[in-house]
């Protein structure tokens, strides 16, 4: 093995001085909003995001990069009467942001006026910070996510003779401070940190190559799965693919395991976005207060979540977040409403500008392998590919791949799929959540086990 003994300075996540930050921010967030208000806005608003990052990347065993960033993301929007500008820049010297303030302000004077522009009413700015443990720097230094790296892909290569190669393992730190200001006074930044370590594994048989993989991803190090985890677990992910067998065209039950079955409640999110509401472009058009999903089926937002990865206690517009529910017992309770979407709607903002905010789907039966037993005979999903969902009328056609089951035990890998549904009718026929919550995400779910789908196959 080569020597890649790093010998450049010793970057960490643990770079960014917050209290000095937050107050520089502040300030020019400020001096901002003043600056385009002597230029004639009548609102404005600042986001600001700085983000600095080390990754480290091995592949047999070597060293293949190793990659430091700081980041600066900056954006202005102004408001005259009920035109908009915007601006945005990654150069946060004096110079460029009066520049930037002074571009937003150009392009206002000449946009067409919108009766639903403007910054959220102020009554619903957020006031009550919420320690939500976001910021967990640990000091990681290049070496160390270098060492960390190297111990994963060597769980996994040592696993199984039945692997191959690897594609590499990859050790992440970041460190981020997101800052968002107004003219109604509301000022408020927060930082954050995320760590990640995965590992991708090619495993071979005389009918071809498989490729896995697996991660783990948390706010704070500690809670990471340890190294020889991750490195194991994409080898018997990889291996389980080996032996795999085509299967013809049918209908049958479909599993999808917690990673497959977020994707759905993302579709369900974009489908209940403001936007896609007022613009009548979403199956769920009128669908408010009715039963979407069978009756055991809540799903619970929890924007105050410790160590969340959407957690926050204000939105993309400084309005305050709360707990709620986005479907309880199978019914819709609300659409995800911006201050301006819910002005087209003639509704009142939901605090999601930005998304949602921590999903917690409840669990109406146990196991993963129970789960299994209950299908008896069908299809698990462990991987969709192709982006063949139609939010209009709800329409699913995705590539996959997975395992077939029969008598409620796992046969054999299936590839060369293709899964298809119409989404409200997916919904409508969950026919059980499971407990095997996956905590990889925002999105926190169990496998999904729905009661027909079309597989094409051969």
Known sequence: MADNKITTRQHTADEIDVAQELSQLESICHQLIDKAKSLGATEVDVGVGKDIGLSVQVRNQDVETLEYNRDNSFGLTVYFGQQKGTATTSDLSEAALTQTVEAACNIAKYTQADPASGLADESLMATKPVDLELDKPMGITADKAKELALECEQAGMSASSEISQSEGATFSSHRNIRFYANSHGFSAGVPSTRYSLSNVLIAEEEAGMQRDYW????????????????????????????????????????????DIARGLIGSLSDAIQGSSIYRKSSFLLDKLNLQIFPEFVSMHEKPFKKQGFASTWFDNEGVATKEQFIVENGLLQTYLLTSYAARRLNMKPTGHAGGLHNIEVTASAGSFDSLVKQMERGLIVTEVMGQGVNLVNGDYSRGASGFWVENGEIQHFVQEITIAGNLADMFAGLVATGSDYDNRSSIYTGSWLIEEMTIAGS
């Open 215 to 258: 991660y783990t991803i948390a706010r704070d190090a500690t809670r990471l799965e340890p190294p020889e985890v991750v490195g194991k677990k994409a080898a018997q992910r990889v291996i389980a693919r080996l032996g795999g067998h085509k299967i013809s065209t049918r209908k049958c039950p479909v599993l999808m395991t917690p």
